[in-house]
């Protein structure tokens, strides 16, 4: 365990929260926050470690703010105890998928209703100010980040942007929901009776469409399971022009989760290899972007 983790294991284990000694369990590498298990007695929590994020965009009240919409909405796990730069929720007893379990047909049909629970009852349990999620918004950001810091990749900038800019214009208008906006497998766990969504750092109103093509980025969907959730979420055969929308905002989400890694290249002090994910979802993006062109 490294010493950014040890020193996080020690403020999880000094919580006054709990009723004897607890031997924090870290939980997975963690590429934002450091996550524990702690089980105290009959009961088992998360401990959540991190702070602000400016250059992510993440604020701990507006992810505070989304979780409680979202536990309200009833698809995000009970939160128990708040203090700054941390957060303990409950532990949920289940698997924790990965991107071939997402893409299982039966456990596909039960992600898109608790996603569209998600996006249809968190609003009406949202108190505070309303978090706002846009992802070409975030690209420009982050390429200002990248061209300030003289980025390894800022060479590729205005391609990128430029490419980014045309994704936005086939979006066009949108319908906002609230949305998730961080849908890798790892912040999906089935207990064997529900799923759950878990880890609000990006949640915020936004297009559905985002959190579809995220699903589905993420998680490399084939084209006819995508059809089929297009389909199932929006309660009707989709015609030329969602696909086209869709498909552009499904590449939007790639991008973003390459240029977030790369980011990360540069702030992150956590033991995860960005250079390797940059790599991986510049690929998956680019496969993307040409087959989207391709049938426009």
Same mark, same amino acid.
């Given at each position: 365990?490294?010493?950014?983790?040890? %020193? !996080?294991?020690? *403020?999880? $284990? +000094?919580?006054?929260?709990?009723?004897? /000694? &607890?031997?924090?369990? #870290?939980?997975?590498?963690?590429?934002?926050?450091?996550?524990?298990?702690?089980?105290?007695?009959?009961?088992?929590?998360?401990?959540?470690?991190?702070?602000?994020?400016?250059?992510?965009?993440?604020?701990?009240?507006?992810?505070?703010?989304?979780?409680?919409?979202?536990?309200?909405?009833?698809?995000?796990?009970?939160?128990?105890?708040?203090?700054?730069?941390?957060?303990?929720?409950?532990?949920?007893?289940?698997?924790?998928?990965? %991107? !071939?379990?997402? *893409?299982? $047909? +039966?456990?596909?049909?039960?992600?898109? /209703? &608790?996603?569209?629970? #998600?996006?249809?009852?968190?609003?009406?349990?949202?108190?505070?100010?309303?978090?706002?999620?846009?992802?070409?918004?975030?690209?420009?950001?982050?390429?200002?980040?990248?061209?300030?810091?003289?980025?390894?990749?800022?060479?590729?900038?205005?391609?990128?942007?430029?490419?980014?800019?045309?994704?936005?214009?086939?979006?066009?208008?949108?319908?906002?929901?609230?949305?998730?906006?961080?849908?890798?497998?790892?912040?999906?766990?089935?207990?064997?009776?529900?799923?759950?969504?878990?880890?609000?750092?990006?949640?915020?109103?936004?297009?559905?469409?985002?959190?579809?093509?995220?699903?589905?980025?993420?998680?490399?969907?084939?084209?006819?399971?995508?059809?089929?959730?297009?389909?199932?979420?929006?309660?009707?055969?989709?015609?030329?022009?969602?696909?086209?929308?869709?498909?552009?905002?499904?590449?939007?989400?790639?991008?973003?989760?390459?240029?977030?890694?790369?980011?990360?290249?540069?702030?992150?002090?956590?033991?995860?290899?960005?250079?390797?994910?940059?790599?991986?979802?510049?690929?998956?993006?680019?496969?993307?972007?040409?087959?989207?062109?391709?049938?426009?």
């Amino acid at each position: 365990m490294s010493g950014l983790h040890e %020193e !996080a294991r020690r *403020r999880a $284990q +000094a919580l006054d929260l709990w009723n004897g /000694p &607890v031997e924090p369990e #870290l939980l997975g590498a963690g590429i934002t926050n450091i996550n524990f298990k702690v089980v105290d007695g009959a009961q088992a929590y998360v401990v959540r470690i991190g702070g602000d994020i400016p250059e992510h965009g993440i604020s701990r009240r507006s992810e505070i703010a989304s979780c409680r919409a979202a536990i309200g909405a009833g698809v995000a796990p009970e939160l128990i105890h708040l203090e700054p730069g941390i957060q303990v929720s409950r532990f949920i007893e289940g698997r924790t998928y990965g %991107e !071939a379990d997402v *893409r299982e $047909q +039966a456990n596909l049909e039960r992600i898109v /209703p &608790v996603l569209k629970q #998600l996006h249809v009852e968190a609003p009406r349990h949202l108190r505070g100010a309303a978090p706002l999620f846009w992802v070409f918004h975030v690209l420009r950001d982050y390429a200002g980040r990248m061209a300030d810091d003289n980025h390894r990749l800022a060479a590729s900038l205005p391609r990128l942007m430029a490419i980014a800019q045309e994704l936005e214009d086939a979006v066009g208008p949108i319908r906002l929901v609230f949305g998730h906006n961080d849908l890798l497998p790892a912040n999906i766990i089935d207990d064997g009776k529900r799923i759950w969504l878990i880890d609000w750092d990006y949640a915020g109103f936004n297009s559905p469409l985002f959190d579809l093509g995220g699903l589905a980025s993420n998680n490399q969907l084939s084209p006819e399971q995508e059809h089929w959730l297009l389909e199932t979420y929006f309660e009707q055969p989709p015609d030329d022009e969602l696909l086209n929308r869709y498909g552009a905002m499904k590449c939007a989400s790639l991008l973003r989760e390459a240029m977030w890694s790369m980011i990360q290249e540069r702030y992150s002090s956590l033991d995860f290899d960005y250079l390797a994910y940059t790599a991986e979802n510049l690929d998956r993006f680019e496969r993307a972007l040409s087959a989207w062109r391709s049938q426009a």
